[in-house]
């Protein structure tokens, strides 16, 4: 594998937009911020003292924005979205959904969860119903998730349970059942990790189109760095120990994405950029480096396998 | 060798029937083993069934003597040259045969009880199933909603658990004495240390039950704009339905533990006064019946208990 630090970046610069996408980008950000932090910091009381989980994120997230957020294990990336998502308190600054701030969870911020959290003792229907069901009245709710289930294409699986679907199929309707609430933002946690590259790949397509045409922003956390590159408009990139931003990046890929582009040269030209800021030698790292194995032969010598 | 080396396969799936085999086995074994001992002669028969006295002055038909006794007194005979006594090996009084568990089976529902106003065998029993059942309501009434709610808010589970803790650890008969000041000689104390023996052990387990739910579901609703107040009735309590279910059908079976030890306190009554009644006129076969008659009970409660759960609990994964 080639080290991207070591050798100068072949292509373009990551920076260099298209006239098409720089167009893209002014459209994008003369639109209203829906979410906004300022400052935004977590610190835990641990054993061994206060350990700074994450500090000064300050971050606008304007309407129909795909935001991908990755960074390396410990980065706070987790943290980030469930303090976004009011499941976490924050130690410092604000987070503000349409200028006013969050306290607490909230309908108006859609989750969906790396693990499977479907209600497992409600049908498919009335997982999508869960949430309109207190406020619309179980009719108009059933109506309603009715309309959801056919545009995510689960219709036929409305009486299924979910021990009873796929990974994949599960995911669907977690993202029908967060959007039906017709929340401002979207905030994903991972929801593709414990699935397989295929259907992750179907899965990513399948969220832009869900994306293009409802009115929805989107914060997605991966650490998957060719999804975050496929799915974004702009990736956060977070470091860690302390959590921080580390650079928030413009992806020079245009739209509409397709599985094509994964070998474009804007594509690679970012991938490169990640590649450099999220494989740089950190502490965690030398302690892996630590263990060096020292392997001798133990076969025949006449039995190779290269 | 094949089939062999299959059945030491560490959780090695059984096919149905293999399943229904085995099950019939487990119960075939001990039946097995007790009517080797019951009806083959030289595996243990300690005892001797007269069946002629002979020159032995204290020996009466149909006497039970000890193998040991009934040599020496045969020899004394010999000795004497008097008639010699006769008999057969038998095993103890208190182990009868499964023929003889059998047949009291049937006749101990149709033998009419020695005092013309004490109770039928199935009124005895009902009085015993009663006892149970009110026993277990009350205990559930209070410690199913107790159980849920120190298991959802740490503020109610801290207050009350260690206590509990420490109550269950007090034997429910010792309770006896002071439930029969209290409630009187009749049911009422009977109920009470079933109760006892019952709540303190139902608060923590299901407390401990509903503490498992994934706390990603009530985070999940919470996202999706459930208040707090309803987190309980949306999510707690519908998302560990089958669990606490799965709980109620343990602790009714140790529920029925505590009943001989209940049914002492005070007036003895139902199965156990038919028991103690029983064996003191020696009527082992209707012991071991009545014993028995406890075990179907149970066993069959608790099977129409798991089979209601699969129609109460479609979603519940199977094998679980």
Request: net charge neutral.
């Amino acid at each position: 594998m080639m080290d991207p630090l070591a050798s100068p970046p072949a292509g373009p610069d990551y920076r260099t937009q298209s006239p098409a996408v720089r167009e893209r980008f002014d459209r994008l950000k003369a639109r209203e911020v829906i979410l906004e932090t300022r400052e935004l910091g977590k610190t835990f009381i641990a054993a061994q003292g206060e350990v700074v989980a994450l500090r000064g994120v300050n971050l606008r997230v304007h309407r129909r924005e795909f935001l991908c957020v990755i960074g390396p294990s410990g980065c706070g990336k987790s943290t980030l979205i469930r303090m976004l998502a009011g499941l976490e308190t924050h130690t410092a600054g604000d987070v503000l959904l349409d200028g006013k701030p969050v306290n607490g969870p909230g309908r108006d911020r859609g989750m969906v969860f790396q693990g499977y959290t479907l209600f497992p003792w409600l049908t498919v229907k009335r997982n999508v119903m869960f949430g309109p069901e207190t406020t619309l009245g179980r009719s108009a709710a059933e109506r309603l998730a009715g309309t959801w289930l056919d545009l995510i294409g689960m219709g036929k699986f409305a009486n299924a349970y979910p021990h009873q679907l796929s990974g994949g199929m599960k995911q669907r309707v977690a993202i029908a059942r967060a959007l039906i609430n017709q929340p401002r933002i979207l905030l994903m946690d991972e929801p593709f990790g414990a699935l397989d590259a295929q259907t992750r790949a179907k899965m990513q397509m399948h969220l832009l189109d869900i994306w293009k045409n409802v009115d929805i922003t989107v914060i997605f956390i991966t650490h998957d760095l060719d999804e975050a590159i496929f799915l974004a408009d702009r990736v956060l990139v977070l470091k860690a120990h302390p959590g921080e931003v580390q650079e928030l990046i413009e992806v020079p890929v245009p739209r509409p994405r397709s599985p094509d582009q994964l070998t474009s040269p804007e594509f690679l030209a970012v991938r490169r950029r990640l590649d450099s800021l999220i494989h740089q030698p950190t502490a965690e790292d030398g302690e892996d480096d630590a263990i060096k194995p020292q392997l001798i032969r133990l076969t025949n010598v006449a039995d190779n396998v290269e | 060798m094949y089939a062999i080396s299959r059945w030491f396969g560490v959780r090695a799936p059984l096919s149905a029937r293999e399943r229904l085999v085995l099950g019939i086995g487990a119960f075939a074994l001990p039946l097995l083993f007790w009517s080797l001992v019951s009806y083959v002669p030289f595996l243990w028969h300690p005892m001797v069934r007269i069946s002629e006295p002979g020159g032995v002055d204290y020996f009466q038909p149909d006497m039970l003597v000890e193998a040991g006794v009934f040599a020496a007194e045969t020899g004394n005979m010999r000795q004497q040259n008097l008639a010699l006594p006769a008999g057969v090996p038998a095993n103890p009084v208190y182990l009868p045969a499964p023929h003889e568990v059998l047949r009291a089976f049937y006749t101990a529902f149709t033998t009419r009880p020695p005092q013309r106003d004490a109770p039928w065998l199935h009124e005895s029993l009902l009085h015993s199933i009663r006892i149970i059942f009110w026993g277990f309501v009350i205990s559930s009434l209070i410690g199913v909603p107790l159980g849920v709610l120190c298991g959802t808010y740490n503020v109610i589970g801290r207050l009350n658990e260690p206590f509990i803790e420490f109550f269950r650890y007090l034997p429910a008969p010792a309770f006896g004495a002071l439930a029969v000041a209290i409630l009187g000689i009749y049911d009422g104390p009977k109920i009470a240390i079933i109760v006892i023996g019952t709540l303190f052990q139902q608060v923590l387990i299901i407390a401990n039950t509903t503490r498992k739910l994934d706390f990603a579901l009530l985070e999940a609703a919470m996202t999706l704009g459930t208040s707090r107040l309803r987190l309980l009735t949306r999510v707690v309590i519908p998302g560990t339905l089958p669990d606490l279910y799965r709980d109620q059908r343990i602790l009714l079976g140790w529920a029925w533990t505590y009943l001989i030890v209940a049914e002492l306190i005070g007036t003895s009554s139902g199965i156990t006064w038919f028991i103690t009644q029983q064996a003191r006129y020696q009527h082992f076969d209707n012991v071991y019946a009545a014993i028995l008659m406890i075990g179907f009970i149970g066993l069959g409660t608790d099977l129409i208990l798991a089979r209601l759960a699969r129609v109460f609990f479609p979603w519940d994964r199977p094998g679980r």
